[in-house]
């Protein structure tokens, strides 16, 4: 949801452009960080905390995310090529990691670039965390 509500227009004028539209409209990595996250991104008002949030904002304002829905992945993923990539941003596919894959959940497709011409080479990841653990939690109440 956090997507969807990061990509509704500001304004009157992005609303009649938002309404005509016939594509899937990109938004940039630092509004939907925002959107899911709140503007202090979870982090503390005070520095370096600032410094690292502000930082993180404007290097993400120059980064895209094209998804629409999840795929669920059923192996553990060890190798992600360009080609992959591209493929998941042409489709709008996010990921959900296998349940028992190590060190990530998320993958979210990010590019950097122009978005008439694209280049394998500008594409990369959001990747995120879902759990602290490599091993799955009891499942005992």
């Known amino acids: 949801m956090a997507r969807d509500f990061a990509i509704l227009p500001d304004s009157e004028t992005e609303a009649r452009s938002f309404v005509s539209a016939n594509h899937v409209t990109t938004v940039t990595l630092d509004k939907f960080l925002t959107t899911l996250l709140g503007n202090e991104l979870g982090l503390k008002q005070q520095s370096p905390a600032k410094t690292t949030r502000d930082g993180l904002l404007e290097w993400a304002k120059n980064h895209k995310l094209n998804f629409t829905h999840f795929l669920q992945v059923n192996d553990n993923i060890h190798e992600l090529t360009p080609e992959f990539l591209e493929y998941c ?53």
Do not use: M
């Open 89 to 141: 941003w042409n489709r709008g596919i996010a990921l959900t990691c296998a349940y028992n894959q190590p060190l990530f959940d998320i993958l979210i497709v990010t590019y950097h670039g122009d978005l008439t011409q694209i280049e394998r080479s500008k594409f990369g990841l959001l990747v995120i965390q879902v759990k602290l653990r490599i091993e799955a939690a009891d499942r005992g109440l």
